[in-house]
């Protein structure tokens, strides 16, 4: 057989020029925090929940070597947008040098963020970025890492990236890296409120060390999660998980921004099953019975001038977009 008429291997398939991902923000149904470790972290067991609040990234191949990112503002929560880094310290730019660094890819790529999650307002938004970026370029340079070796990367990144990658309901341990799906079929429904000012995450952990210190409580490492929680979680019982849930972060996050206890009282005054600060904050989560509950609280949240939104969860992890046609 001439080489002209011999079968030729198949072409690789080709690399998109610009690819756009999803993730979603998440809050803590509970949070147990222990007490600070040698190298300054606190072990925690939490019950993350992904909800219907998504970040957005695209990423698109660029000529020059290096990544560059711009941020826009979207959604109904009106995120302000203007201190958050665009340089190297940027997490989604760091998950793109991460993902170049492991693979060996140049790391020639602009990202495009579009922030609809509280800015340090307790949801995990610049992880669900970095979550983002990670799948995008995987896509972007045809690299072909599976979730399993972009979750190793996710970890190296932060607590929350590798739930930002994996999506649902997970448990939590560790200083939250270390992640157990817990099943959940059935939706719960939310409306976050989101304050004026964010908070710092250390600040908030520093602020309850020094709680407990003034107050002389001692607490164990936590070993698992409440049985309880995950029960409701699972059964997405309402009315069970608002009886249950928890956040050991939340009299930190008070003592520090003491206006949340009126938007706490106002979420449950207008008909919340429960209200929790949403890990270190400042987001405000309200529990409702179901969708028209979570309606009716945002509508009047709305009024009483709050910004405020219906959400729910468990919402799959980063996911890939359909291209934008042009």
């Known amino acids: ?13 080709r690399a998109p020029a610009s690819v756009r991902v999803s993730a979603p923000g998440k809050i803590n149904v509970s949070l147990q925090v222990g007490p600070p470790r040698p190298d300054g972290y606190h072990g925690v067991a939490s019950v993350y929940l992904a909800v219907s609040l998504f970040e957005e990234v695209h990423a698109t191949a660029t000529d020059t070597d290096g990544v560059t990112v711009t941020v826009q503002s979207d959604g109904a929560l009106h995120v302000p947008v203007a201190g958050i880094p665009l340089g190297p310290d940027n997490l989604a730019a760091r998950a793109a040098q991460a993902l170049a660094a492991h693979t060996g890819h140049p790391a020639a790529v602009h990202l495009h963020i579009i922030k609809r999650v509280p800015v340090a307002g307790g949801m995990g938004g610049g992880s669900a970025d970095a979550a983002a970026a990670l799948v995008a370029c995987n896509a972007l340079w045809n690299t072909g ?49 989101a304050s004026d000012s964010g908070l710092s995450t250390p600040a908030v952990y520093g602020a309850l060390d020094a709680l407990r210190a003034e107050q002389q409580i001692q607490v164990p490492e936590p070993e698992a999660a409440d049985p309880s929680i995950l029960a409701a979680v699972r059964s997405g019982n309402a009315r069970d998980l608002a009886a249950v849930m928890s956040n050991d972060l939340q009299d930190a996050a008070l003592a520090l921004a003491p206006e949340l206890a009126g938007l706490l009282h106002a979420g449950e005054r207008l008909g919340a099953l429960a209200g929790m600060v949403s890990g270190s904050g400042p987001t405000i989560a309200f529990l409702t019975a179901d969708s028209d509950a979570a309606a009716e609280l945002e509508t009047a949240l709305h009024a009483e001038g709050h910004r405020a939104l219906a959400v729910l969860g468990p919402v799959p992890g980063a996911r890939l977009l359909p291209a934008v046609a042009g």
């Open 1 to 13: 057989m001439s080489a002209a008429n011999s079968p030729s291997a198949p072409a690789p398939p």
């Open 145 to 193: 890492l599976s979730n399993e070796e972009l979750g190793g990367i996710a970890a190296g990144l932060g607590a929350d990236v590798p739930f930002s990658l994996l999506g649902g309901a997970a448990v939590g341990l560790g200083v939250g890296d270390r992640l157990a799906p817990a099943l959940s079929e059935t939706p719960l429904h939310w409306v976050l409120a």
